[in-house]
């Protein structure tokens, strides 16, 4: 069973940064796309960055595009999401989701349960 | 990178179908067969019910159902039952490895 757990959300004031992770077991890490998902408060979906199993190219939404990278340690198991110049409105729950395959996307499943990240001063 | 329009909520008694429609353009719906649906209950977190427009994932009663039609993408709930009362969002693929995400429709079961 695949399994996804994110950490490293928190309180930050605005213009701070925060580091996630998201530890993934059950699978052969390297063959799978990555993604970030968040949801602020109440609100909906948003999808954030992706990244292709070899790390090789990444994917940003305009909102956090020259602020926030993607990457991945496959050795590790795990997804980074480096979040710079952090705005109120990042305020969310951000979650790691698995894409299809190595090369593709087209899919967020599983998700993790993801962390929540606040800015606020 | 607009979202994509879904009602806000769609409502049906026990046993009823429902479906949700989700409207894009070109540039995505449209332009794609990358249409996924995500249900997601209160607290909870996402789960695929829908890929690739109409493919249903290992586990997903087959009560769940989504095609397209231009750049409007649909799920359709047959045989609504209590559990799925969720809220439900679309996502499809936009081009240049960008996605979107519809606002989300809330499905209550009467």
């Known amino acids: 069973e695949v399994q996804l757990l994110e950490s490293g959300g928190g309180l930050v004031h605005p213009g701070g940064s925060l580091r996630l992770s998201c530890a993934a077991s059950?699978?052969?890490?390297?063959?799978?796309?990555m993604t970030w998902v968040r949801q602020s408060p109440g609100k909906g979906l948003e999808w954030v960055s992706s990244?292709?199993?070899?790390?090789?190219?990444?994917f940003y939404a305009d909102s956090v595009k020259g602020r926030f990278t993607i990457s991945r340690d496959n050795s590790k198991f795990s997804l980074y999401l480096q979040m710079d110049s952090l705005r109120v409105e990042d305020t969310a729950i951000y979650y790691c989701?698995?894409?299809?395959?190595?090369?593709?996307?087209?899919?967020?499943?599983?998700w993790g349960q993801g962390t929540l990240v606040t800015v606020s001063s | 990178q607009s979202a994509l329009t879904q009602p806000r909520s769609v409502s049906g008694s026990p046993g009823q179908s429902v479906t949700i429609f989700c409207s894009g353009t070109?540039?995505?719906?449209?332009?794609?067969?990358?249409v996924s649906w995500y249900q997601q209950h209160p607290g909870k977190v996402p789960k695929l019910m829908i890929c690739d427009v109409t493919m249903r994932p290992s586990g997903v009663p087959d009560r769940f159902s989504g095609s397209k039609s231009g750049n409007t993408a649909s799920l359709t709930i047959s045989g609504l039952q209590a559990e799925d009362e969720a809220d439900y969002y679309c996502c499809s693929y936009a081009g240049s490895y960008t996605w979107v995400f519809g606002g989300g429709t809330k499905v209550t079961v009467l």
């Open positions: 070109s540039g995505d719906i449209g332009g794609y067969n990358l």
């Open positions: 059950g699978l052969t890490f390297s063959n799978y796309a």
């Open positions: 990244i292709i199993g070899n790390g090789g190219r990444m």
């Open positions: 989701a698995k894409g299809k395959s190595a090369g593709a996307v087209d899919r967020f499943d599983p």
